[in-house]
T-cell receptor
Framework: NAGVTQTPKFRVLKTGQSMTLLCAQDMNHEYMYWYRQDPGMGLRLIHYSVGEGTTAKGEVPDGYNVSRLKKQNFLLGLESAAPSQTSVYFC????????????????FGPGTRLTVL | LAKTTQPISMDSYEGQEVNITCSHNNIATNDYITWYQQFPSQGPRFIIQGYKTKVTNEVASLFIPADRKSSTLSLPRVSLSDTAVYYCLVGEGTNAGKSTFGDGTTLTVKP
């Protein structure tokens, strides 16, 4: 049981380049999230998904797109990277159960450190 | 979105009890209160959650007053390994994506 994994762990891009970050979870969770964390700051929600084929905007969605074609995967895309997108990106997932052990607990991946030059 | 306010930093010594308070004046009826711990270069890790009164697990206690406008995370007998950033998160439950992490509280435990 690997939990939440993220690919890649590190990446350096030039301004204007594109890339996709992959998040995978093996806990059969319905909800998945993408956050970014800038140095010394808290996490800010970019996009989230409540199920396969559905996505929604979070607090800071501009410049990012997402897709959830399979329940276990949540992809975050940067179409034209900008230096302001230099950050650490975290993926998380959780169950949609409304009660019981583990309810409301988000499980986080190890993060992807992205630098845009 | 439910906004939270926490102290930026706190210092403590090994063996002491630490209480970190989070203010959430605009908490909604269905919102839960969840606390996470984050070490450098790692993703946050769930500590405890509650809706009202007191909740206790093997690592912490969570105190929530009747008006639910604040909550206090209590860490008993902290050790050096408890040095981390602690986040209070209000919301989620059936409303995915409707909560935000604040800037957290950096707890430094000294020997």
């Amino acid at each position: 049981n690997a939990g939440v994994t993220q690919t890649p762990k590190f990446r350096v891009l030039k301004t204007g380049q594109s890339m996709t970050l992959l998040c995978a979870q093996d806990m059969n969770h319905e909800y998945m999230y993408w956050y970014r964390q800038d140095p010394g700051m808290g996490l800010r929600l970019i996009h989230y998904s409540v199920g396969e084929g559905t996505t929604a905007k979070g607090e800071v969605p501009d410049g990012y797109n997402v897709s959830r074609l399979k329940k276990q995967n949540f992809l975050l895309g940067l179409e034209s990277a900008a230096p302001s997108q230099t950050s650490v990106y975290f993926c998380a997932s959780r169950t949609s159960r409304v009660s019981g052990r583990g309810y409301n607990e988000q499980f986080f991946g190890p993060g992807t450190r992205l630098t845009v030059l | 979105l439910a906004k939270t306010t926490q102290p930026i930093s706190m210092d403590s010594y090994e063996g002491q009890e630490v209480n970190i308070t989070c203010s959430h004046n605009n908490i909604a009826t269905n919102d839960y209160i969840t606390w996470y711990q984050q070490f450098p270069s790692q993703g946050p890790r769930f500590i405890i959650q509650g809706y009202k009164t007191k909740v206790t697990n093997e690592v912490a206690s969570l105190f929530i007053p009747a008006d639910r406008k604040s909550s206090t995370l209590s860490l008993p007998r902290v050790s050096l390994s408890d040095t981390a950033v602690y986040y209070c998160l209000v919301g989620e439950g059936t409303n995915a994506g409707k909560s935000t992490f604040g800037d957290g509280t950096t707890l430094t435990v000294k020997p």
